[in-house]
């Protein structure tokens, strides 16, 4: 987001996230596009649309299940208590061993399925630096190159090997090892395939997209490749897993030989990768398929097409099956349902009004709601969004200045991925093997004295020149003071009694993060109820934006995590460990270097593929040097809020 | 070195610093010696590749040399697993961890143990390394005096078999990852849980949150961690190689039981003495009624799967010719240690 035009009308939920979401309706073409090309890009889009549609409703079950596994082991729990807890087995209470399977395999299949129509929504994120400079024609010819060169070949494998390896499940009905349930895998695992084949199908519509917009004399050249390549892909698909039908792997292990490219130590392939990937992000291609490339290109020419897509499907698996994760749709849901609820709006006149006659009032306004509302979210840009279109006009009208409002409502805005709940610390606590509880608990104090920072910061600067944060003319004033306090409790009481509802019942014991977010989101649909907001159309569009969201963030986690894994694959992490431990340096600078790296790479990169690939990185030579892991974490997440603030991403 | 070095890459299950590592680092060693150092075994922690549970599957694949983990932690694909990772109760006939090895060296174990991985469908060549119990049979809030105060306690219980034996004698079981356990306990979300035995229990850090622990237990009397090589790898070994990773790994399998008693001695020392730890006898009442459940279970999957049938078979004919003399000779052992353990009271 620029911070010198708040243009709100182009502002979207998530607008950090989201470079440019597609405005076009799905089955709408151009009239221009080749005539054959438009019903092929029709049906697929609105084929995903329907999946998207269907896809969303699995966050009700998985909120389901987290409200009743809360409510049905707290009962039992009471009448344990009393000494009647043979009543309550009788009633048929406790913890049950279902939950916590249903909520992670569903939100698995959740983000799997609902990949493409992320893609086909234009919702996978980009880093779009250079992207955004170029003409549409070539921006469409790069995008075009890459779908091809990468995308296809890519999905096509990776859709063969996870097709296997869930034929097997089904095969062998083989069960959960880590549970005492062991439910059944397959079902959920299939929405892998399944994905990825959703996924493959919206490439192909994407791709024809591309070629209409590189102009008819390109786009026609371009075409009359395409027949060409697909032979070309189909022979190297075979050769590659049916290598009895297509026996011409010999030639290409023997070509790699003859160009050099097995000497190099495979460490030092990873070591490459990490630089290439640190140019390729620029290119603007969706982050997650950048990942993805890289791994599959390196992982190839280090250890094998095939198990580089083994690797790839154990990877997603894997966090298809997480059920902390869980946690991350049901805390994006809650927030947008708090935002629905209109409770920002109130809070933040309210306190506006309350604080008339003082300079800088509509900065603690903004602040004080941010840090509010950061409590009740667990994203970055949700209430950067709708503080910024009420915060604007109020803020034009009254002479402040616009860069320094602009400032303050992005750090607000940002508190969100700190102060807990926060889905950065939820993706974190895994990686570091640290209670998400724990890191929730550690990050409190410092997300509220960032934010009281900021407050600080502002009232400093309209402390010394009156012209950057008047208080309001006269006649914006409020007359009625006690309809003020009533707004502002209303507005306070509920977010408020709802975010010590969600994290209290982490802090005080009645549920894990992933529960409470089951517990929080539930809360928030009570609370739009309650204040009247709640209609069929609006929870079913909460649920899709939760839908594109959580495909954004979770498929971001899962490509950075094979990312990761290849690396590990490779021997490059072991090698740098021992390298960083070799330098000898003291701990201190130790901890500055990683922290001007991360500041650094949380301009270009997003905080996943920090968290997941930088991170695992260091934690070895962390642990080797005794840093405590949980103040580390925090270091981290206070250093990412912040790099987010800094230029060019704010 | 030599010029054919072999480097076996073993991703773990559990973190680089738990007591498994230690002695999988051990055996390495060994290995590495016995071959003049042609074979190396080099051993990433969990998580390092692949995610804990795509650890066998990694190591079928050939995406990683070698796995290490614990023979039941493939139960989900094939019930017979837990026979060998952690027979629940003994197997339901009175088989100690020192009684499973002499089933498995020498009562026919190990051959059906090569069998598991054909069952399973995976290319894998495995060694049990390690035996690791008894495991305890938990940490509570409050002490419990019989089956009906242990079914006022929610319970974070094992995975599988052994899991699910508690729900059947009405244990209020919880579902919970790994890494909630802690928290959970420390405020008051679950009431009770297990994970292991003194040593990685007080790693695990129950200590800090529980103060009642109790030793004897049944659901992981018997467990065992094992190796598992890629197919393909073990097999482009050389006899002598080959060979060299079997002694080594018979000679794991008693170096390790020696370790544990050592280290989980010294930590049963630390927790009592200074964590203001209590130990408890188990009630009575939770023999009788676990015993019976496993046994249904047991009974239940040998139904279900002709190869859990003629596991349990070979381990019934083993128990009936040497429980009776081993637990004999055991109780004699038993009145022996607790003389003197009481002695120091
Ligand atoms: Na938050
Ligand atoms: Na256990």
Not at chain 1, 131 to 138: G, I
């Amino acid at each position: 987001m620029s911070s010198n035009d708040l243009d709100t009308d182009k502002l979207d939920t998530t607008d950090e996230l989201i470079a440019e979401a597609r405005q076009e309706a799905p089955g709408e073409t151009p009239e221009d596009m080749t005539p054959w090309m438009r019903p092929i890009v029709a049906n697929i889009d609105v084929m995903n649309l329907w999946v998207g549609r269907i896809t969303c409703l699995l966050l009700l079950p998985i909120m389901g299940a987290m409200v009743f596994e809360v409510v049905s082991r707290e009962a039992f729990r009471i009448f344990a208590v009393m000494g009647a807890d043979d009543v309550a087995r009788e009633l048929g209470l406790g913890p049950t061993l279902w939950a916590y399977e249903t909520t992670r395999m569903f939100s698995g299949a959740m983000f799997m399925l609902g990949a493409g129509y992320a893609l086909m929504r234009g919702v996978h994120i980009r880093a779009d630096f250079l992207y955004r400079n170029w003409q549409p024609k070539t921006q469409a010819t790069v995008d075009a190159c890459l779908y091809l060169a990468f995308y296809f070949p890519a999905m096509v494998f990776f859709l063969w090997i996870s097709t296997e390896y869930t034929w097997k499940a089904w095969d062998t009905w083989e069960r959960a090892m880590d549970t005492t349930m062991m439910a059944p895998l397959a079902p959920a695992r299939t929405a892998m395939p399944l994905g990825i084949l959703f996924l493959l199908l919206q490439g192909i519509a994407e791709l024809f997209r591309a070629i209409h917009q590189m102009g008819p004399e390109r786009g026609a050249r371009f075409t009359k490749v395409l027949p060409y390549y697909a032979v070309g892909l189909l022979i190297v698909t075979l050769a590659i897993f049916a290598p009895d039908i297509m026996p011409i792997g010999g030639y290409w292990s023997d070509a790699v030989k003859a160009a050099g490219l097995t000497s190099l130590a495979q460490p030092w392939i990873g070591v490459v990768m990490l630089a290439i990937m640190l140019l390729a992000i620029f290119v603007g291609f969706p982050i997650s398929f950048t990942l993805i490339f890289l791994g599959f290109a390196f992982g190839a020419w280090g250890f094998g097409t095939k198990l580089v897509f083994y690797l790839q499907t154990l990877q997603f698996n894997s966090v298809m099956l997480e059920e902390t994760l869980a946690a991350v749709p049901l805390f994006v849901f809650m927030g947008i349902m708090m935002e629905q609820a209109g409770l920002m709006e109130r809070l933040f006149t309210s306190v506006q009004l309350m604080l008339s006659r003082t300079r800088g009032a509509l900065y603690i306004a903004v602040l004080f709601v941010s840090t509010i509302f950061a409590a009740a979210t667990g994203i970055v840009g949700a209430s950067v969004t709708i503080l910024g279109i009420m915060a604007a006009k109020t803020m034009n009208r009254s002479g402040y200045s616009v860069r320094l409002a602009a400032g303050t409502i992005t750090a607000g805005g940002t508190l969100g991925i700190l102060i807990p709940p926060s889905i950065m610390l939820v993706v974190m606590g895994p990686v570091l093997e640290i209670p998400v509880t724990d890191l929730f608990a550690a990050a409190i104090i410092p997300g509220l004295l960032l934010a009281t920072l900021y407050t600080l910061y502002a009232l400093g600067r309209c402390w010394f020149d009156e012209s950057l944060g008047p208080p309001l003319p006269e006649d914006e004033r409020p007359t009625d003071m006690m309809f003020v306090a009533r707004e502002f409790f209303l507005g306070l009481v509920p977010p408020a009694a709802l975010v010590a509802f969600a994290l209290g019942s982490i802090l005080l014991g009645y549920a894990t993060p992933t529960e409470a977010a089951g517990c929080g989101a539930f809360g928030a649909v009570l609370l739009t109820l309650a204040y009247r907001r709640l209609t069929v159309g609006r929870l079913y569009e909460a649920l899709l934006k939760t839908l594109e969201i959580t495909v954004l963030i979770m498929f971001l986690v899962a490509a950075s995590n094979f990312f990761g894994a290849t690396f590990s694959r490779l021997g490059t992490p072991t090698m740098l460990t021992e390298m960083l431990l070799a330098l000898d340096l003291s701990t201190t600078w130790v901890l500055i270097i990683i922290m001007a790296l991360i500041f650094l790479l949380g301009w270009p990169l997003e905080w996943v593929p920090i968290v997941l690939i930088i991170v695992p990185i260091m934690v070895p030579v962390l642990v080797e040097l005794n840093v405590d892991l949980t103040w580390f974490a925090i270091l981290v997440a206070v250093n990412l809020q912040t790099a987010w603030l800094s230029p060019p991403v704010a | 070195l030599a010029e054919a070095q072999t480097v076996i890459r073993v991703q773990s299950v559990i973190p680089a610093k738990a007591d498994e590592v230690h002695m999988l680092e051990d055996f390495a060693k060994d290995v590495s010696d016995l071959t003049d150092g042609q074979v190396q075994i080099e051993v990433l922690p969990a998580g390092a590749v692949v995610g804990v549970k795509e650890t066998l599957d990694a190591v079928d694949a050939g995406l990683i040399e070698g796995g290490f983990a614990w023979t039941h932690y493939w139960s989900g694909k094939h019930p017979a697993a837990m026979l060998f990772g952690s027979p629940v109760a003994g197997a339901g006939v009175g088989i100690d961890n020192i009684a499973f090895l002499s089933w498995f060296q020498y009562g026919g174990g190990r051959e059906l143990y090569d069998e598991l991985w054909q069952e399973m469908g995976v290319n894998v060549k495995g060694f049990m390394l390690q035996p690791v119990g008894p495991e305890a049979l938990g940490w509570f809030k409050e002490p419990i005096a019989s089956m009906d105060d242990f079914r006022k306690y929610r319970f974070r219980t094992p995975p599988g078999i052994p899991g699910q034996t508690y729900k059947d004698i009405g244990i209020a079981s919880v579902a919970m990852g790994g890494g909630d356990i802690l928290p959970a306990l420390e405020k008051g979300t679950i009431d009770a849980a297990e994970w292991c035995c003194p040593k990685p229990d007080s790693v695990f850090g129950f200590q800090k949150v529980l103060k009642h622990y109790y030793l004897q237990g049944l659901h992981q009397v018997v467990v065992n961690a094992d190796l598992y090589i890629n197919g393909d790898v073990y097999n482009s070994l050389t006899p002598l190689q080959q060979k060299a990773i079997e002694v080594a790994a018979n000679a794991s399998l008693s170096k390790a039981m020696s370790y544990r008693i050592y280290e989980n001695g010294k930590a049963l020392k630390d927790l009592t003495e200074n964590h203001g730890v209590q130990l408890h006898d188990t009630p009575a009442d939770y023999f009788t009624e676990y015993m019976n459940a496993a046994r249904a279970s047991l009974e239940k999957n040998a139904a279900e799967n002709e190869f859990f049938a003629k596991v349990w078979q070979s381990q019934k004919d083993f128990a009936e010719i040497a429980v009776p003399f081993w637990a004999g000779a055991q109780a004699s052992n038993a009145s022996l240690g607790k003389a003197f353990a009481d002695s120091l009271k």
